[in-house]
């Protein structure tokens, strides 16, 4: 039966851990998966989640299945993150919220429900963007292209290409857009440029689909879910996948949702409807104990106060570190203009190294990074900056 199976290729990403963690280089920089990590390199545990997890135990829940869309209290707090708690399209119905194993999970059942309400679409997805968006929609049946984005000379996004080529497609396209923090170039659009993206789908009839991975980690989480209203106001159905991953450090307790925002209440039922078959026929219904953590923070106010804070502390820190990368690398001699690293948002760094470059610093030094140049910044901290600044320096 298995004869004749091949090997599939690693993740990119995820297999550089492994190469990683067999590495005996003592002073070895993991800067490869996108994880946050705190001042001392250690992955958080953050205090509301901590908190909310006592009062989890004391009350000694039982474990029963969870609706197949998920626990209720959670799907709405979503809600209230991705749409703002008074938006009027909540308030009318029109959103199907459903829990999903992480962001992975939502955009998973947005491209199997797609794959039954518009089957022969094409789906563009960023040039370049998170790998797993082609594999994952190419897994689900769709044809996957691309739309322009990254622009090296630039060090920034070719817009006007982008929107040119958003004009060009065919009506019914899906668009996977990064909601913030694009990964992972680093480089999100304005809002004006939102509102040209907008105009864009809106006269060609296509289906935005965003993925909203880093909510909080731009500039807030208000001013980063913006685009969401952009989108609302414009009267759009859409697509929003949410994680909670990095904006809780509950990677693997796989906590997200998918949004489907629709016309009317009685369309949103039946949207929801057909989510469910797609839920109920992969896993039957997602796992409680994530989604309790996160409903209990964002639900409880003290909590919710308290992980906006941790929230702020680590977009933060991630910002010093951008800007303390820069001074580093300006110290140890590179001449070369860097500063775009500091204009760059979310976790990520495209440093525009090349694959040798980075080949080597993973060789010679034990820094780890993709090989496309992205770096992760949010794993620098102040023990390993200098070393990882000098290696750069080192391989430019
Ligand atoms: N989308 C993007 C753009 C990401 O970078 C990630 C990273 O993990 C995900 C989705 C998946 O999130 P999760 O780990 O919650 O499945
Ligand atoms: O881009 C990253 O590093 C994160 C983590 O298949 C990740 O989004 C990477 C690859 C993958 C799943 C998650």
Same mark, same amino acid.
């Given at each position: !039966?298995?004869?004749?199976?091949?090997?599939?290729?690693?993740?990119?990403?995820?297999?550089?851990?492994?190469?990683?963690?067999?590495?005996?280089?003592?002073?070895?920089?993991?800067?490869?998966?996108?994880?946050?990590?705190?001042?001392?390199?250690?992955?958080?545990? !953050?205090?509301?989640?901590?908190?909310?997890?006592?009062?989890?135990?004391?009350?000694?829940?039982?474990?029963?299945?969870?609706?197949?869309?998920?626990?209720?209290?959670?799907?709405?707090?979503?809600?209230?993150?991705?749409?703002?708690?008074?938006?009027?399209?909540?308030?009318?119905?029109?959103?199907?919220?459903?829990?999903?194993?992480?962001?992975?999970?939502?955009?998973?059942?947005?491209?199997?429900?797609?794959?039954?309400?518009?089957?022969?679409?094409?789906?563009?997805?960023?040039?370049?963007?998170?790998?797993?968006?082609?594999?994952?929609?190419?897994?689900?049946?769709?044809?996957?292209?691309?739309?322009?984005?990254y622009d090296a000379d630039?060090?920034?996004?070719?817009?006007?290409?982008?929107?040119?080529?958003?004009?060009?497609?065919?009506?019914? @396209?899906?668009?996977?857009?990064?909601?913030?923090?694009?990964?992972?170039?680093?480089?999100?659009?304005?809002?004006?440029?939102?509102?040209?993206?907008?105009?864009?789908?809106?006269?060609?009839? %296509?289906?935005?689909? %965003?993925?909203?991975?880093?909510?909080?980690?731009?500039?807030?989480?208000?001013?980063?879910?913006?685009?969401? #209203?952009q989108f609302v106001a414009?009267?759009?159905?859409?697509?929003?996948?949410?994680?909670?991953?990095?904006?809780?450090?509950?990677?693997?307790? =796989?906590?997200?949702?998918?949004?489907?925002?629709?016309?009317?209440?009685?369309?949103?039922?039946?949207? *929801?409807?057909?989510?469910?078959?797609?839920? =109920? @026929?992969?896993?039957?219904?997602?796992?409680?104990?994530?989604?309790?953590?996160?409903?209990?923070?964002?639900?409880?106010?003290?909590?919710?106060?308290?992980? +906006? +804070? +941790?929230?702020?502390?680590? =977009?933060?820190?991630?910002?010093?570190?951008? #800007?303390?990368?820069? +001074?580093?690398?300006?110290?140890?001699?590179? @001449?070369?203009?860097?500063?775009?690293?500091?204009?760059?948002?979310?976790?990520?760094?495209?440093?525009? %190294?090349?694959?040798?470059?980075?080949?080597?610093?993973?060789?010679?030094?034990?820094?780890?990074?993709?090989?496309?140049?992205?770096?992760?910044?949010?794993?620098?901290?102040?023990?390993? *900056?200098?070393?990882?600044?000098?290696?750069?320096?080192?391989?430019?």
């Open positions: !039966l298995f004869a004749a199976v091949e090997m599939a290729p690693r993740d990119p990403i995820l297999g550089l851990n492994e190469q990683f963690n067999a590495d005996t280089n003592p002073a070895k920089v993991n800067l490869g998966v996108g994880v946050y990590t705190d001042e001392n390199g250690k992955l958080p545990l !953050l205090a509301c989640v901590k908190a909310a997890e006592e009062q989890l135990l004391a009350a000694a829940r039982t474990r029963g299945y969870l609706p197949i869309d998920g626990f209720a209290a959670y799907d709405k707090a979503v809600q209230g993150l991705v749409f703002g708690a008074d938006s009027a399209i909540l308030a009318a119905g029109r959103v199907a919220t459903v829990q999903a194993l992480g962001g992975t999970g939502g955009l998973k059942v947005g491209a199997d429900f797609l794959k039954r309400v518009n089957p022969n679409a094409t789906v563009l997805i960023s040039d370049p963007s998170w790998e797993n968006h082609r594999a994952l929609f190419t897994n689900a049946g769709f044809t996957v292209g691309t739309y322009p984005y630039k060090k920034g996004v070719n817009f006007d290409a982008m929107l040119a080529c958003l004009n060009a497609a065919e009506a019914g @396209t899906i668009i996977v857009l990064h909601a913030c923090c694009h990964n992972p170039t680093g480089y999100d659009i304005t809002s004006a440029q939102w509102e040209q993206v907008i105009a864009a789908v809106k006269a060609r009839g %296509l289906v935005a689909f %965003l993925d909203m991975a880093y909510q909080g980690f731009g500039d807030g989480i208000a001013e980063d879910g913006a685009v969401i #209203g414009a009267g759009l159905d859409f697509f929003v996948s949410t994680s909670f991953s990095k904006s809780f450090s509950l990677y693997g307790e =796989r906590v997200g949702a998918l949004s489907v925002v629709c016309e009317s209440k009685e369309e949103t039922a039946r949207v *929801l409807s057909q989510l469910k078959i797609v839920i =109920r @026929t992969n896993y039957s219904n997602p796992p409680t104990h994530g989604a309790q953590v996160v409903a209990t923070v964002l639900n409880t106010p003290a909590l919710r106060a308290q992980w +906006e +804070e +941790e929230l702020a502390g680590m =977009r933060n820190r991630i910002k010093a570190m951008r #800007g303390a990368l820069v +001074e580093k690398l300006k110290a140890a001699g590179v @001449t070369a203009d860097i500063d775009f690293i500091t204009t760059q948002r979310g976790m990520f760094s495209y440093s525009g %190294l090349t694959k040798p470059q980075m080949e080597r610093l993973r060789g010679e030094f034990g820094v780890y990074g993709v090989d496309s140049g992205r770096i992760c910044v949010a794993a620098l901290n102040e023990k390993n *900056l200098g070393y990882v600044a000098d290696a750069i320096a080192k391989v430019m």
